[in-house]
């Protein structure tokens, strides 16, 4: 399974709760959970989670652990501030229309002292690129130009 994100330099850990928004079929989300972590997928297209769902909610029992996915969007995610302690937004921003709206998105769900990671320069030309790294400890992610995790 090909990933786009580099869950070791994420630094994914064992209880880490992670969001993979734009999880299509789901390849983050259980690269996640065999790390241990409890994890949410979420994306536009309701079809695609059908199967992905029941295989990440079966193997989730299997380990123990929590995995699901919703359908939902990035400028409105149903979630609740400050609820995740890592955030992949991989191959989605390129086709948002408001970036920034959806990175501030990304931000309020994301723990203070979490991890953001999305799309590089590379992949949104002419924008505010990068992941959103930690800021001080209590402080909202700060978005990093340039950052690639791959």
Do not use: K
Request: hydrophobic residues 35%; proline residues 7%.
């Amino acid at each position: 399974m090909l990933l786009t994100v580099d869950l070791e330099r994420l630094d994914v850990r064992p209880g880490d709760w992670v969001l993979d928004a734009g999880c299509g079929e789901g390849r983050h989300c259980f690269g996640c959970l065999e790390r241990g972590a409890r994890v949410v997928g979420l994306d536009l297209d309701f079809a695609s989670l059908r199967l992905p769902s029941q295989r990440l909610r079966q193997r989730a029992a299997e380990l123990g652990s929590v995995g699901e996915m919703n359908q939902g969007n990035a400028f409105h995610l149903p979630y609740r501030d400050a609820c995740f302690d890592r955030v992949i937004c991989s191959e989605v921003m390129e086709h948002v229309h408001d970036y920034r709206a959806a990175a501030r998105e990304l931000a309020r769900v994301t723990r203070p002292g979490g991890r953001i990671v999305g799309p590089s320069r590379r992949t949104v030309p002419g924008r505010a690129p990068g992941g959103l790294r930690p800021g001080p400890r209590g402080t909202r992610p700060q978005l990093v130009r340039g950052t690639r995790l791959r």
